[in-house]
């Protein structure tokens, strides 16, 4: 398994701000990830955070709007930039362990991030 | 881009009903997940489906893969207030894992 923390667990930001969300896991993984989960919605995958290179962000996000640094094989943050009342969700980090055939992926608690 | 849509959207059931919600994809899956998220919690690994036509079960859960690998089903027999929660299918494919959109479980006692 995985231990995976994240912090802050929540914020309630105002318009215009920046947030940084970390996410530190127990042991080295090579690939962390970062997904957003709006209300009521199921989770959409942000970027993939590879330490050593730049991230690899999916179809509808911008490294301008959602940085990312891994620094290290436990560590990443994710900062979302110049908020509006849309990025309002909960951001999960996430990382994969194999076990035999078997992915397994392990999510952080998440941050829940209200924009006003 | 491919998409695994789940239904259906919500299940409302009494206890000790049975619950089944059903994984389709418009491509060829190379595998499904399933993933259980409570309320207010984060997603939890449940198991993975590998081959064409692969039952497997967890107690009460059934899981299967369909024979052409593009849908999947989760069966829950006798559903206890603790299997409150949304279920989410997922593939896991070039490193990455996409959900599908996810079936919410409420169960009434």
């Known amino acids: 398994s995985a231990v995976i923390s994240q912090k802050p667990s929540r914020d309630i930001c105002q318009r215009g701000t920046s947030l940084t969300i970390q996410c530190q896991v127990d042991?080295?993984?090579?690939?962390m990830f970062w997904y957003r989960q709006q209300p009521g919605q199921s989770l959409t995958l942000i970027a993939t955070?590879?330490?050593?290179?730049?991230?690899?962000?999916e179809s509808g996000f911008v490294i301008d709007k959602f940085p990312i640094s891994r620094p290290n094989l436990t560590f990443s943050t994710l900062t979302v930039s110049n908020m509006s009342p849309e990025d309002s969700s909960i951001y999960l980090c996430s990382v994969v362990r194999t076990s035999g055939r078997t992915d397994t992926q392990y999510f952080g608690p998440g941050t829940r991030l209200t924009v006003l | 881009g491919q998409q695994v849509m789940q239904i259906p959207q919500y299940q409302h059931v009494q206890e000790g009903e049975d619950f089944t919600t059903y994984c389709n994809s418009s491509?060829?899956?190379?595998?499904i997940q399933w993933y259980k998220q409570r309320p207010g919690g984060h997603p939890v690994f449940l198991i993975q489906l590998v081959k064409s036509g692969e039952v497997k079960k967890q107690k009460r859960l059934t899981f299967q893969f369909g024979e052409a690998k593009k849908n999947s089903s989760l069966h829950i027999t006798a559903t206890q207030t603790t299997d409150v929660g949304t279920y989410f299918c997922a593939e896991y494919n070039t490193d990455k894992l996409i959900f599908g959109t996810g079936t919410r479980l409420q169960v009434f006692p």
């Open positions: 042991s080295q993984v090579t690939m």
């Open positions: 491509t060829t899956l190379s595998n």
């Open positions: 955070a590879n330490q050593g290179s730049e991230a690899t962000y």
